[in-house]
DNA sequence: GCTGTAACGCAACTTGGAGTTGCAATGGAT
DNA sequence: ATCCATTGCAACTCCAAGTTGCGTTACAGC
């Protein structure tokens, strides 16, 4: 606990330096991947010596970890603009922000060039996917309510046909993800949904 | 050219190492992904010296590549069974079976952990996504001819629109894919395409 | 502006897996 | 039974991970 009234000195050096570290980790995990990612190369790319780095993380997975850790500055407020639609459009949108800024982008390479079991990789992605997803059920519930969308039409079902085809494009196509993309999703899952494809079973 | 006519010896014993090789090979994949795959646990699952690894692959990359290497063994025919609904289900259910079997497994594996990029690795991915899709888009050409889809539906759109939520379930949640999965790929598909959600722009 | 101390730079380690080499042992085809 | 390609084995080099001891720098407080 209260971490800052004990060790009040040297904030300064030691908070530019883990910036400066946090940047060179994040740019080396979308340029090289984390399989090639070498604690020398941060290190460099920082303009910090290699012992800095492991006497302020533990090793190269705490380092990627905590390059990663606040994914929650990142968290988008969850729509509710009275239309299925434009939420979904608006969901999609969202989601296509967050996974081309360099954050979204660096968590990506991470997570599928071997660091997925990394416990802070692990549990970003958590926070990025699960309890986001929990988050915008309500938004699918109330639609029904309203009676957009079919009874029983399965919000978690919904949602992971908004985000399928967004997720598809990043990691296996490597088409260009924009506004058309997150456009053209929300079309998909809300036609899909309306047909009554995605009820619950 | 002819390597049969002037090495005709010692087929027996070559053959059985790289059986247990490329078995061995992708188990590990499997279980432990590119990045941690070491050249002497798969010597050593193989029950073979890693010297002798290094005298019939030169590197870890090629041994990876030369085990995912004939994955048209794994190909299959394109349906044409008159009904898109069919057709699409047969589609969605082929792409199962062959990203649950060992070799699917180890693709994916080995693609999403660290060896995107090694050759033989993006080779055996281009085969699997691209070939396949550019062969399959007839079926949707015929189902617009037949009038079961909206005119201008884009083949590519629909069958991007089929596999997106087969591999975010391989990918990023890690639900079990199965034939019901397939199931409600295509109806998921059928209903955005028959919606006009799907549509050239 | 001076000083004390925490954080940093530096060089020299150990460890482990990739990849190599020379030589001895083995086993299948003839 | 013999031959020789293939395999087993041990002893290497190389490189990045991770560690340690000590000298150096730069900020906080006075």
Redesign the interface.
Known sequence: MDSESHRPRQVGRGAKVRDAVHAATLAELVEK????LTVEGVALRAGVHKTTLYRRWADRESLVADALADLSAMDVPIPDTGSIESDLRELARSLVRMMTAPKGRALLAAM?????DVPGVAEARRQV?DDRFRRAEPVVARAVERGELPEGTDPS?LL??L???V???L???GDPVDE?TAE?AA??A???A?????RR?
């Open positions: 991947g984390y399989a090639a599928f060039s071997g660091a997925a996917f079902e992971k046909a985000a399928a085809p997720y598809f494009r990691l296996v196509t058309i053209r079309l998909l809300l036609a899909a309306r047909a009554g494809a995605l079973r």
